[in-house]
């Protein structure tokens, strides 16, 4: 099949050289364009364009998916289908062009999980098991018709980056799968909408640390938000960043009070039960062990997290 991928993140490395590297004919790379990074502002590639022009494969950048141009180039090359992974909502103009027409790999178990952060909810939320969806495109976003799914057990170490990565290869397998089926007729199965939840995008408000929750809601909430964004809170007026976290079942009171600070943890209380503070970052400095933190910061008893 001559396919067209189109993506941006690190995520859908995996699916792209899966594809590169199959009997598939790729005929094209869609991604954004270059845009400033880092303190030099000097302009990248998104992963996915530099492995385009690292590996010669056409690579179209394209700074609006509804523009004519980029219809008109893309029908030019024929395609007989759009491998879409971690990229923008493809309007109907682009949906139908290939012959096979356009699938998208999701990273939850469709219905579950529609929207923008399928990832980070299901950590947030404390759930064992996820998965991976490669669906049939249609202007309703992740509505498509199921054509291949796989589940996968969430471990009580995943983070946002360890669990990102897992289903990056796991997804890059299934991509293959969900073609051949495409290539042999099978079109994928209705969802259910009843069972049908949201991921919304995250918002910067939702970064900041309720001592008011309990212990174990905090430490999913940063499970599912590290390395980024990051939960944040404050410390004598500082902003910290928290990274990695342990929950203990023990009460001490106030949410938000520190209640023990040795060399290896900070203790915090919540609502029900207490948080240690493995690893975190003070604003403007390095993100530290809690252990090298401690040996430059004295914290004292009782003081309070938060704004």
């Known amino acids: ?27 094209a790379v869609v991604s954004n364009p270059p845009k400033p990074f880092g303190r030099k502002r000097l302009r990248q590639l ?46 109907p103009s682009l949906i139908n062009i290939p012959k096979y027409g356009s699938i998208n790999l999701h990273a939850s178990l469709l219905p579950k999980y529609r929207g923008a952060a399928p990832i980070q909810w299901s950590l947030m939320n404390g759930d064992k098991e996820t998965g991976i969806t490669v669906f049939q ?3 309703s976003v992740d509505t498509g018709d199921i054509v291949a799914q796989k589940k996968i ?14 289903l990056s290869i796991s997804g890059s397998n299934l991509v293959l799968d969900a073609m051949k089926k495409i290539e042999q007729g099978d079109k994928g199965i209705p969802q259910n909408t009843n069972h049908a939840t949201k991921a919304p995008k995250i918002e910067k408000e939702m970064t900041l640390i309720n001592w008011s929750w309990t212990a174990t809601k905090i430490h999913n909430w940063i499970r599912g938000l590290t390395p980024k964004p990051g939960m944040s809170t404050y410390i004598n007026g500082k902003r ?9 079942n023990s009460d ?56």
């Open 46 to 91: 998104t992963p996915v364009g530099q492995y385009a022009r690292d590996h010669n494969i056409l690579f179209i950048e394209a700074s609006s998916v509804k523009s004519e141009d980029l219809k008109v180039k893309l029908s030019k090359l024929k395609p007989d289908i759009f491998v879409v992974v971690a990229y923008k909502i493809l309007p």
């Open 153 to 166: 057990k969430i471990s009580d170490e995943d983070n946002m980056q360890t669990l990102s990565k897992r």
């Open 240 to 248: 910290i960043r928290v990274y990695e976290t342990k929950v203990l």
């Open 137 to 139: 495109i249609k202007p």
């Open 252 to 307: 001490y009171g106030k949410p938000g009070a520190i209640v023990d600070v040795n060399k290896d943890n900070i203790i915090v209380s919540t609502s029900k039960g207490s948080l240690s503070l493995l690893e975190i970052q003070l604003e403007g400095k390095k993100k530290l062990p809690v252990n090298d933190f401690l040996k430059g910061y004295d914290l004292k008893l009782g003081t309070v997290l938060g704004r």
């Open 1 to 27: 099949m001559r396919t067209i991928f189109m993506g941006n993140p690190e995520f859908a490395i995996p699916s792209l050289r899966a594809i590169k590297n199959s009997s598939y004919n790729l005929v």
